[in-house]
């Protein structure tokens, strides 16, 4: 009897499993298999290289041209700034009016007299110009300067023996001179009164 069971049973197993092979595919295999649905990542898109506009290509080297111009403008501008300074140093120095040694007078009191006549007008300018001139006759008389007409007050302060007792105010004379002549600075009554009175002072020999 079991036996005929055990039979029986194989013999249902065998045909349901010859049913199982011929069941349809399932409606989950359909929708794999069907193109409607994407199963797989897409491929990354091919772009075609694009040349840059014509324009744009013409720009570069007309760029580089433009910068190399700029930096040769700038340097010749450069150039010329410093040609024009030096130029027009040297034309300042030629210029300068060389402060001659002055010829005989007719002394000493008749020079002071000239310096406090242009004084008393307020000419405080030409004043001192007059002292540095007597200044330097006096120079030339007690230190045996050169007599060269083509010497500047600069050349004569330069001769003067460093321990001369009027250096120092020598050349605060020679500068007020050059400041009021080519510098425009007005020499004051103060000013003219204190190189009045180192003048006269013979301790200070101006």
Do not use: C
């Not at 321990?163 to 120092?168: H, L, Y």
């Amino acid at each position: 009897m079991s036996r005929s069971l055990l039979i029986a049973g194989l013999a249902s197993l065998a045909i349901f499993s010859g049913a199982l092979a011929e069941t349809p595919r399932s409606d989950l295999d359909a929708v794999f298999e069907s193109e409607t649905y994407q199963t797989d990542l897409p491929d990354k898109p091919v772009l075609d290289d694009v040349d840059p506009p014509t324009f744009l290509s013409a720009l570069g080297p007309v760029m580089r041209l433009a910068i190399w111009i700029g930096i040769a403008l700038i340097a010749i501008l450069l150039i010329a700034a410093i040609v024009r300074h030096v130029q027009s140093r040297a034309l300042e120095r030629s210029n300068i009016e060389p402060l001659e040694l002055p010829d005989e007078t007719g002394g000493p009191g008749t020079d002071l007299a000239t310096v406090e006549r242009l004084a008393a007008e307020e000419r405080y300018d030409e004043a001192i110009h007059q002292l540095l001139l007597l200044a330097i006759e006096r120079l030339r008389t007690e230190l045996s300067l050169s007599r060269d007409r083509s010497a500047t007050s600069r050349e004569l302060r330069a001769r003067l023996p460093h321990s001369f007792a009027g250096r120092r105010s020598f050349s605060d004379l020679v500068l007020a001179v050059e400041r009021s002549y080519f510098g425009g600075i007005a020499v004051s009554r103060e000013d003219y009164r204190t190189h009045l009175s180192a003048f006269r002072n013979g301790a200070e020999t101006v």
